[in-house]
């Protein structure tokens, strides 16, 4: 109502106001109005501090394996190990910058106030790399080792990086989830502007990724590590400056409440009545209207999961209760909360299957770099630094987003039912873990190759291959033609098949996803070596690693991933969409994202 009032005030000017149709408001809290906020204004901005924030994130992320065992004189095992730790908390604090935004904060605070956290704690590490662990000044590259540091100073730097953790972990999830909110779904051509947003948001966080890998990448490598650290800094801080900077441009949706009170009201009240039999005609709903006050539509009954729709089943206790005018939201749910609860577990099942993607995705900001380390890294007057191989990653994304939008999404559309628009989600994210599995195969081919030519007598072994670190490309860039089906596909996924008051939550299922992934990569190295350095052998992923034989650990990734692309395949298969009740176009989308 308060948006057909802000519109009708239009019609006293030249020219009518139109109101978003989604219940989104500016930042005044005023229905948003179409001209003035929103759309590619808003989300250029969204993209361009995303990029910012990449660029600073990865800035300290990609060459951090190379920082343990340089500067703080960790081996390879244990680097790799800390290296997936950290990035995995990441992803983990993605959960908590959900939960605050969709429950209490909204989404544009929560950006702001973890911005501010990450760049507090780029700030700290920048000082005290600069301060405390860089000694001998100028350590840390190839040639000159650091010293030994005090327990204060190791601690200083975890405090820092996991600030860091906690500052971009929060915000990641949030601000690809704003910047869709800048988007009117029920608007066709603003529709269609969403779902590409999402393709140019990955796209920017890889081509802040690519400066990081490669300036940043070169200086770090070369021992500049103070430089490197504060140059993220700056880039925080300019992200956050420009953040602020589109206020009065953005969207938001007012958020929902704490959504562990309506899941556990719904199990609770489920419990209370395990002995009642449902009846699909005496379920509890509210009124469209009463439930869209947040901008949220109703969910349309389903039938899985039937024993939830207890807490819907109106008992003749709850009918007394009612015509006494006493409601208790712990015996009796509306339908649509009991729907809210069944989407997010439909979900489960895809989401695990992702996280063997994500233990894939994570060796190339460790393992693949300790491996390009150990192979040729000089060309004629120059030193190539080994993370700065992932740009090949980051030009693959760039190069398959643009293949996928524009060649293979139109052919695929064209080949099949008109109202079928190219390959749906679950389609691509199954694509994407065939091309991982290829990925780890020619991992372990070149692998095999370059202990071929290594030499097993070295004492660092940085370069001690003839085979050149150029034999690395193709499986860099099979890992980013993967991202583009495995991840971008992901984010709209789960950004549309989370119900309306859950969408940050929904993008957190697709950073922890990663996050868990980095867990089982650390946790499978260590078994790895546990099992592998029997018998007084080196392992397959010793300080050496031309005596050990990191392609066997490579293969065994590709075996678990085909596992995994077996069962995602039957859950995929299984899987049914999440059904809202009308309100204008993007229905027909919702129904597509099936197998």
């Known amino acids: 109502m ?101 429950s209490y904060w909204g989404r544009y605070k929560t950006c702001a106030i973890f911005q501010v956290i990450f760049v507090i704690g780029l700030m700290s590490l920048s000082l005290s790399s600069y301060m405390f662990l860089i000694r001998p000044k100028g350590c840390g590259d190839k040639q000159i080792r650091c010293g030994p540091h005090s327990s204060l100073e190791n601690g200083l730097f975890y405090v820092s990086i996991y600030l860091v953790a906690l500052g971009n972990g929060g915000y990641q999830p949030n601000i690809a989830t704003f910047g869709a909110d800048q988007f009117d779904e029920e608007d066709p051509k603003e529709g269609h502007s969403k779902v590409a947003f999402f393709s140019y948001f990955y796209l920017a966080m890889n081509l802040g990724q690519l400066f990081s890998n490669t300036v940043l990448g070169y200086f770090e490598d070369e021992g500049m590590w103070a430089l490197g650290f504060w140059a993220s800094t ?11 900077v589109g206020t009065p441009r953005y969207r938001s949706f007012n958020q929902s409440g704490n959504p562990l009170c309506r899941f556990s009201q719904v199990i609770v009240a489920a419990t209370k009545k395990w002995s009642v039999d449902v009846s699909a005609d005496n379920l509890y709903d509210v009124d469209g209207e009463d439930y869209s006050t947040n901008g949220n539509r109703k969910i349309l009954h389903t039938d899985e999961f039937k024993f939830l729709d207890k807490a819907a089943y109106v008992t003749t206790r709850d009918l007394n209760d009612q015509k006494q005018g006493i409601h208790n939201p712990w015996r009796l749910c509306p339908i649509t909360q009991v729907e809210e609860v069944k989407c997010i577990l439909k979900l489960l099942p895809i989401w ?79 694509i994407g873990l065939v091309i991982a599995i290829m990925a780890m195969i020619v991992a372990g081919v070149v692998e095999c ?45 789960f950004n549309a098949q989370a119900p309306d008051g859950l969408k940050s939550f929904g993008s957190a299922l697709c950073m922890t996803s990663i996050s868990f992934g980095n867990y089982v990569s650390s946790l499978l190295v260590t078994m790895v070596m546990k099992i592998s350095t029997e018998h007084h052998m080196p392992g397959w ?16 990734l590709a075996g678990l991933t085909t596992i995994d692309l077996i069962v995602y395949m039957v859950c995929a298969r299984l899987y049914k969409c999440i059904k809202l009740e009308g309100k204008g176009v993007g229905n027909n989308e919702l129904d597509q994202c099936g197998v």
């Open 2 to 102: 308060a948006c057909l009032e802000v519109c009708e005030e239009g019609k006293f000017k030249d020219e009518k106001e139109e109101c978003t149709l989604d219940g989104t408001v500016d930042w005044r809290g005023q229905p948003a109005i179409k001209a003035k906020t929103g759309n590619w204004i808003a989300g250029i901005i969204i993209l361009l501090n995303q990029g910012l924030a990449t660029l600073a994130f990865f800035g300290v992320g990609v060459n951090l394996v190379l920082f343990l065992t340089r500067v703080l004189q960790q081996n390879n095992a244990d680097a790799a190990n800390s290296v997936s730790k950290w990035t995995g908390t990441v992803y983990i604090f993605s959960l908590i910058g959900a939960f605050v935004s969709d």
């Open 449 to 493: 190759y370059r202990l071929k030519y290594a030499r097993s007598d070295c004492t660092h072994c940085e370069g001690s291959s003839s085979l050149s670190i150029f034999w690395q490309v193709p499986q860099y860039a099979l890992i980013g033609a993967s991202e583009v089906f495995m991840y971008v596909s992901q984010l709209e996924f």
């Open 234 to 244: 700056g880039s925080a801080f300019a992200a956050l400056v420009l953040f602020l």
């Open 352 to 430: 695990l299957c992702t996280i063997i993607y994500s233990l894939v995705f994570t060796q190339m900001a460790s393992l693949f770099v300790e491996q390009g380390a150990a192979m040729k890294t000089t060309i004629p007057n120059f030193t190539i630094p080994p993370a700065s191989m992932s740009s090949f990653d980051t030009l693959s994304v760039a190069l398959f987003i643009f293949i996928y939008r524009r060649v293979i999404d139109p052919l695929v559309g064209r080949m099949r039912k008109k109202d079928i628009k190219g390959l749906t989600e679950l389609e691509r994210m199954g």
């Open 541 to 556: 992923i010793p300080g050496n690693l031309n005596r050990g034989h990191l392609d066997r650990f490579y293969f065994l």
